[in-house]
């Protein structure tokens, strides 16, 4: 197998023709453009695309059948190879169908557009009832914002067209682009192969995820808690409930009939609240934990607080359990019962994580009236892609049914599945308010695997749309006001490496709505207040946002068309927290080349140190005297540096926005087992002699890791070890060190010591010596705590 060409990983140019055009080259603003100096579309970020429209509104006094006397009508649309067809409605004379057809001008091979309505047969051949038909030439053209075509009844007739029959269907026959209003709900030609209650699949939608809140519940204590054995004082502890989450309080420490916690259980809870707040009391025992007592809650009875301030608490009764059988007829009977204490509220100051903070995309909080106003407005263009790879077998051959995703803050959109194509356009183009720049959209391409005629609407398939790949596109990196053309590599890493499965061609244009209050969002906090006034532990997050991904998937693969879970996952990075030895290294080596400046730096400083280059180390020189002389230049000095640097930069600033790495990324060079390791599953599924080799190889990296960490406790305790007296002589020695030293710098003048200290470390190798300096002789023989370890 040949190396990948590595210009095939990077990000290319591309010049698209942007805005609209009149579908026939028109006579307004010359050359077909409608203006040249100001696109009056909203779709000027997409490549245009024509559509022949048929809106079937209804049909009137059809015949009946002259057999059966009943009429199972529906209409049929034929333009060349390609036919739709309504639903057939039974023993109905005068139905309704208004559905629209649209058929692609780029495909069209007919003059002629024809219309049949013909009668259900369900054993014999459909009947004929009659045609209406279009010559293409004649087709009116619609442009928004035009109002739409209104449709016309026009009478049927025969096969030959020479005679009128009984009946008369209502129709809208125009041409039109992706602009229309009919686009989005339409019948489309490029999937006429989908079949059944596949359709609902293959067309564009916007999805909003659900609103999200932190649900905050601090049990503080409990009364009249009761044990089943009687002689017994009860040791309880609480567990909280919502939904699939579930948590436990720690337990009382002490045996008592009044247990105290004071402890706060978080929660994430989705708008509307469908789950209740399931508290229980469980007495700890030597055989089992027995529950005391139960309460459900709704949440919609908790409070919603809008910043930290104080919030009411509550007791609750609570259902009385383990009643014996004797008192079977006295459950009903309203008896003293154990009540809890609660404060419990609705976070709405906080921004509830969804997605890595690596990647955000909204810093909102989750109360609307908390929000500020828009900074810019965000537009994309997701045009094409080129080159994609068959993602599954259909008829013998492979093929592809491509679809976007892409999301940004709460709006998730998808586009139209493209059927059977390895180079489809969509030309669809979405727009999103920027409550922030320093966050990040992601667009992901999907193969669709729920085209089959049996496949439910509602998600009963078994198989799982694959990923194609993924592009993240940071806002701050862009210009304002700038249109972006460029064609993605869709990377995907695969347990043979990485691959590429094509390219995505997207236009996006950042417009800023106020400059300054762009700027003025630099200087503050990224997440809302809330979240450094009342930090979350990292254990916390890390389960919140893991149980908030759980709940935007479950809500949004219940929408229709079902946007899956595997696409949801996908899209927010559910994965990214597991250990991956290849993303190790990766960020090693970014850590490496953070420290590389650094490591240059001191390099340099060293060879003027050893007079390498002597010119240089004479500047050096003559800068060190300047800068003693004159103290106060240091400081501006070095901030004017830093000026020159960014200026001198500016000329090599980035021309493109950033785009996935696979140099940065490591995935060029992974080994085949580290791939493996990756993609296994957790817990693991893997033989017993791999999981043992890669257990092993484990412990080798944490064996290195921890033999770095005690280094670094080493170096720390022997620091401590110079005033401890651990060592009395080496202490005696520093202490009399630090007395001599004091005296000795009282009685010099500060600028002095510099210039001895400088001229010695810039000292000639001459003046040098290849052993150790005499601090470093004396740190190292320093005592540490590594001889008190086991």
Known sequence: MSAPNQDD?????????????????????????????????????????????VRVVKAKDLPPNQVTGSLDPYVEVKLGNYKGKTQHFTKRSNPEWKQVFAFSKDKIQSSVLEVFVRDKDMVARDDYLGRVVFDMNEVPTRVPPDSPLAPQWYRLEDRRGENKLRGEVMLAVWMGTQADEAFPDAWHSDAATVQGEGVYSVRSKVYVSPKLWYLRVNVIEAQDVESADKSQLPQVYVKAQVGNQILKTKICPTKTTNPFWNEDLIFVAAEPFEEQLVLTVENKTASRDETVGRIQLPLNIFEKRLDHRPFHSRWFNLEKFGFGVLEGDRRMELKFSTRIHLRACLEGAYHVLDESTMYISDQRPTDRQLWKQPIGILEVGILSAQGLLPMKTRDGRGTTDAYCVAKYGQKWVRTRTIVGSSSPKWNEQYTWEVYDPCTVITLGAFDNCHLGANEKPGGGGTGKDSRIGKVRIRLSTLETDRIYTHSYPLLVLQPSGVKKMGELQLAFRFTCLSLANMIYLYWHPLLPKMHYLHPFTVSQLDFLRFQAMNIVAVRLARAEPPLRKEVVEYMLDVDSHMWSMRRSKANFFRIVSLFSGAISMSKWLGEVCQWKNPITSVLVHILFFILICFPELILPTIFLYMFLIGIWNFRFRPRHPPHMDTKLSWAEAVHPDELDEEFDTFPTSKAQDVTKMRYD?????????????????????????????????ATSLFVIFCLVTAVALYVTPFRIVILVAGLFVLRHPRFRSKQPSVPNNFFRRLPARADSML
Do not use: C, N
Request: charged share 25%.
């Open 9 to 53: 990983y990077k990000l290319k140019d591309t010049k698209p023709q942007l805005g609209e055009r009149w579908p026939h080259g028109g006579v307004r603003g010359g050359g077909g453009w409608i203006s040249s100096e100001r696109i009056t579309s909203t779709y000027d970020l997409v490549e245009q695309m024509y559509y022949l429209y």
């Open 697 to 729: 190889r484990l412990r080798s990296v944490a064996g290195r890791i921890q033999t770095v960490v005690g280094d670094m406790a080493t170096q720390g305790e022997r620091f401590e070890a110079l005033l401890s007296w651990r060592d009395p002589r």
